[in-house]
């Protein structure tokens, strides 16, 4: 499964189908994801309006592709918005 994300060899009307959709979750599930799921790119648009797109990372992008993978607080910095720093 090494290589299943390099841009080359990546395939987005593929990501939704069969064998490949099982193999990126036993993948997923592997490197620690807890979650895993896939949704098309046009209904990913509808629920979420105001988030970036699918098309602007991936041209013609068909598919989203979540994972969840839990760390230790602190070993990620915590970005927050301007915004939300002065409503605190």
Do not use: N, W
């Not at 620690?32 to 799921?37: F, K, N, R, T, V």
């Amino acid at each position: 499964m090494q290589g299943v994300l390099d841009k080359k060899s990546y395939r987005a009307d593929a990501v939704v189908s069969g064998e490949f959709h099982h193999e990126l979750k036993e993948y997923a599930m592997s490197l620690g994801a807890e979650l895993y799921g896939v949704t098309s790119a046009e209904y990913y648009g509808k629920e979420f309006p105001g988030k970036l797109q699918p098309g602007r990372f991936v041209e013609g992008a068909s598919s989203v592709i979540v994972i969840g993978i839990p760390f230790e607080p602190g070993t990620c910095p915590l970005r927050v918005k301007a915004a939300d720093q002065a409503a605190s």
